[in-house]
């Protein structure tokens, strides 16, 4: 046998499972993928295989099918479905369990065995209560492979419900008007809907035509959203005194005219940060976030305890010397391709 | 200190100048005396608390935080006092209630150098992230939260319904907490005794003339100077210099801080001598000339006598003691004239009145005006009384002509406020040689006044469907629109490309019609440079 976990090769663009002939992520078209969930910089489509949870490939069916990409071999080849707690051999002696992840519907992370050692991928995770999907689960492994967007000690999110009553506020404060919600299509605008529907608001929610069919795919997936609308089948009228949820990139000035005064909100682990919310020109910040923050992200290494840590993407300067501080071992990997940006 | 917390955070993300208003507004109306005073003394950044400094601030962080996390999350954040407000570790259990503003007051005057490490981290434990922000903001000082002390007295009269104009006059001889002023507006006590401070007194302003004629037998003309309007206030031995917007610009001009030998409130056109040119009323440089000395903090003896400033009077507020405010204009100026023989004649003239048998000759006179440092005419009713603000019917100004140019636009930029969502401010350029011969354009100018909203939208539409690469906020766009701006005059400028810098620049008519080969060319522009 070779040295310790030298059957997991970290490259720029993916982490390889050498003996499967399988890579984890790959931000390029591979023969053999293995998918943690469905965001487009983790889930690209053009592989041979594509191994992930059912709702998963039902995220990546959708997006590569509905022109979300323009890339002709998009659609997965061939759709190998994993069910969470679920685990399979892979080539090479390698067998992989899928673990929820608790960062959108479907996420997983991933437990690989492989001659006596295990190593865990998280791919994106947070350890906040979800009402849109299932949540993370502590897997003690000898190699824990984190992802690391928020990590700097200044990112702590506060409790959502916090964010829900300054959303709740500021529609109040503005009853002609409206707030728009810039929200990732997939995954923070699902959640931030539900979340408004625990906290009481029951009114119709209007939506970008972007994420009409996301919000579809998880309410198949028994996800409740409530009354859900168009903006585009509506006048500025219907909708004074509403909330409207838009992808970020989508938020345009041109295309929010169309809006009743809208006070412009943004959902994002980044609006913990004053300069990065004004910089985008949001009235109000929603500190809401799918990844771990700084607290999570330490916890969660010390509850796996992990013999090694290697950081994926974000910030992993920090949590080196976190790790460095703790007395664990830790490397950083550099994954390139992985955006910050809406998360 | 929570609501004002809540207040600062919120003011950060509000870019709508009336909604800035009325939060602030809301808050002066909702807390209780002394803090709402002190918040307001804060906003306009009339407090200092010099035991506090923003290395006092990184110091207790260093007994907290590993410098490496320090170092990585200040590069992030960008703002030391952000940065220490989400690291300080937050008490989850804090033994006592947050602080009022008050409290954080008189805790923060009480430090010095070497309290100030022990006492603030026991402020700092009561408080959440955004109360650890304020506090941090309020101790070192400087907000820049985009709220500026006329904003602040702007709310501050909408609070309570009274004139911005009463509450500038106070406001300067106030301190926070400003209790007098809160007493007065809010409980309706009687205003403020401000007569021994050498204060502003908010100005009286003019509405221009538009399509009116008046008869000068009701108004009196006086030239209308390009100079900086200015009040200069003397009590008991003390003299004060005052900008339009009630700044003390003492510092900029102190060789007219003790010249007046008696105590007054004058107001007049600072102006600075000038060979560039005459003038019957004598010896005004350019504006341009005058800018040099604008904004300066310290002022060279060389400055001083290559570009001395002077006042030209035209109205007197008090005079000795007395208000002369509530009297008609022909006496304050009686007063004037028989007060100015007395005042030094290097620093002070009387600005002339100009005499007309009626308004077509006085019409006459005006374009006849050479003079650069005559902008128009002042046009002052007899019997008016000097009242603060901008009433109408009691002062006009009626400015010379415009001058016109045709340009191409050539950048446009976003707006603010309601036009956020617009590109509403213009870059224009003209022609460095004839365009068929391969010319290029140079800007010469930025405007954003002079049209219409649906004029705006179609504008905006233009620069969207044009835009050729985008900086920020900037677009640059195909020149294929030409403006005829208009301005006010315009003057040679190392600073831009062109070497030309105009004067009030708006919008004049948006030539949808013309051939951008048509505008005009630079040479047009520096013909009409005077002085």
Known sequence: MSAPFSWIKPHTWGVEIVPAGAFIDPSRAVDKALVTHGHADHARGGHGETIATPETLAIMELR????ASDDEGAIPHKAVPVEYGETIRLAGGVDATYIPAGHVLGSAQILLEHAGERVVITGDYKRRADPTCAPFEVTPCDVFITEATFGLPVFTHPPIADEMGKLLSALEANPEGSVLVGAYALGKAQRVIAELRAAGHHAPIYLHGAMEKMCRLYEEHGVELGELRLVADHSKEDM?????????????ATWSRRLPSPVTAMASGWMRVRGRARQRGVELPLIISDHADWN????????????????????????????????????????VGREEEDD | MKAFATLLDTLVYTTSRNRKLALIAEY?????DPDRGWALGALTGELDFPAVKSSTIRNLMKDRVDPVLWTLSRDFVGDTAETASLLWPQDTDPQDDPPSVSEVIDLLSGLNRNTAPKELPKLLDRLDANGRFALIKLATGGMRIGVSARLAKTAFSQAFDVSVEEVEEYWHALEPPYTELFQWAADGADPPDVSNRPMFRPFMLAHPLEETKVNLKDYAAEWKWDGIRVQLVRVGGETRLYSRSGDD?????????????????????????????????????????????????TVSKKMLAQAPAFVRLYDALILEGQDLREREWQRRRDTLESIVPKLPDSHFDLSALVEARDFDHLAEIREGARDDAIEGLMLKRRDAPYIAGRKVGLWYKWKRDPLLIDCVLMYAQRGSGKRSSFYSDYTFGCWDGDPDQGAELLPVGKAYSGFTDAELKKIDKLVRQTTLNRFGPVREVERTLVFEVAFDSVHSSKRHKSGLAMRFPRIHRIRWDKPVHEADRIEALRALVRG
């Open chain 1, 64 to 67: 590569y099918r509905t022109g």
């Open chain 1, 240 to 252: 004074a005194g509403a909330i409207i949820v838009a992808p970020p990139s989508a938020m345009s």
């Open chain 2, 28 to 32: 002066l109306r909702e807390t209780p």
């Open chain 2, 249 to 297: 610009i003492s510092v900029t001009f102190p060789e007219l801080l003790d010249v007046l030998p008696i105590d007054a409130v004058l107001d007049g056109e600072l102006l600075v001598r000038g060979t560039s040119q005459g003038g019957e009323a004598g010896g005004a440089a350019s504006f341009n000339a005058l800018q040099q000395r604008l904004g300066r903090k």
């Open chain 1, 296 to 335: 999570e992200l330490t916890d969660t290494i010390g509850q796996v305890n992990p013999a090694e840590t290697w950081i994926t993407h974000g910030r992993e300067e920090a949590l080196l010397r976190w790790c460095e501080l703790n007395q664990r071992r830790a490397r950083a990997l550099a994954l």
